[in-house]
C-alpha cells in the first residue's frame, strides 16, 4: 500500500452518453481531453435529513443521508483543432453546453464571377452547407480573414453567402476558398456526459449523467492564452482502484493561440481593446424519482443566458456608445484568435476560432483604467432574434 498520488500524473477522459446517468467507459486514448491543471475539481455531496426526534439527551440523532449531487469544473485551452474543419478539443463539452454543432469536412471553392468586399459567390451544391452564423474563413492569398455569416441566397445559380460587416483587404478573388468549419449554437439537442478521471493514474473516478451548465472565457487578454472553463453538474459518481487503461496523446492537437491580431468587432466596427470575457449560463430542472436509485430520472436545461465584458479604449472625439448605451440599440459583437502559419506566411493563419454574437445590448458602461489610459468598460448581454442564434463558436 502507498501514499501520495501525483497530481500531474492524472488524466481525463470524456464520452458523451446513450442514456443519461448510464456510465460509458473510454475506449481509447482518443477519448482523453488535455485539461489545466490548476482548476480541475469535482466533488460530491449527499444531502442531509435531520432527524429531530425526542429523546433523553440534547444530542443529534444520526442524519440520514439522501440526493446525492455531483458538481465539478474542466478547465482547458482555448484552441482549434490540429486539422482544420476536424470537432476542437472541447467538441464534447460544448455539445453538452449549447447543444447545436454542424460542420464543413471539405473546403468550399467559391463560383466564377466578381465576389464583393461582403458577399461571396458560391456553387449550388456547396450552399447547403453554409447557414447563417457559421464562421468562415476567406483564403484570399496573403489576406485571410474570418467573418461570420448573416444572409444567405440558395437560387439556382445565384446562392451566395452575406458578411455583416466588410472584408478588410476587398472583394477577394474569383474562386477563392473558404476553409472547412465546425459551428456550435444553441439548439435543443444537448447531450449528456461521462467523465473518468485517474488520479494519479491509480485511483478512477467515474461520473456520469453530466451536464455542462456553463463555460466561461478566461484569460483573453493581450499576449496571453486564453483558456475555457466548463462547469458540470451530474447525477452519479463512483470511485475504485483502477489504472489508467489509455496513454493520453496530445501531440497532434493545435497549440493554443498567444492572443495577438485577435482583433474584435463591436457594431461591425474594429476596436482596439485589452481583456475580453464571457460566461454562458445553462439553468437545469431536475427531475425527482423515487423509483431511481440515483433518485433523478433526468435533468433538464430550462433556459440559457449570455453575459460578456470587454474594454475598448474611450474616444476622445465622440460619444457613440454611450448614446447607444443610452438609447437602448442593438448591436454585435464578433472576435477571434488564431495561430500564424509555420514557416510564416504574412497575412495568412491557420487554427482559427471566433465568437459571433449577432444581438447584445450594452448593460453598463462604467468608465475604466488600463494603467491610466481611459477605457469603456462595456458589460453586454446576449440574445436571440429569429432563434437558435444568440452565439456561434467557430473553429476553422
Known sequence: MGIGLVKGKSSVFVKSEVTEGTFVPPASAADAIEVLEDGLEFGTEKETIERNTLSDSVETEAPRLGLKTVTGSIPIEYKAAGVAGDAPPADLLLRSLLGGKRQ????????AGANTSTNILIEDADIADLKIGDIVLVKQAGEYELRPISARSTGVGTASITFPFALEGGAPSSGVVLEKFTTYYPNDSWITLSANIFHGGEISDKLSGLRALSCSVENWTTGQVPSLNFGLEGIESDREVDATPFTPDFSADAL??????ACAYLGGIEIDYNEFGLSIENTKADLPSACKASGKAGTRITQLTINGSINPYMEDDDVVRWDSFEAGDTTSLFIFGFNPKSPNVPGEFKEAFAIWM???KITA???GDQDGVLTDAIEFQAFKNAGNDSVFMGFC
Open 104 to 111: 464543413r469536412t471539405t473546403t468550399v471553392t467559391a463560383r
Open 358 to 360: 449577432p444581438n447584445i
Open 256 to 261: 493554443p493561440p498567444v492572443l495577438l491580431n
Open 365 to 367: 458602461l462604467p468608465v
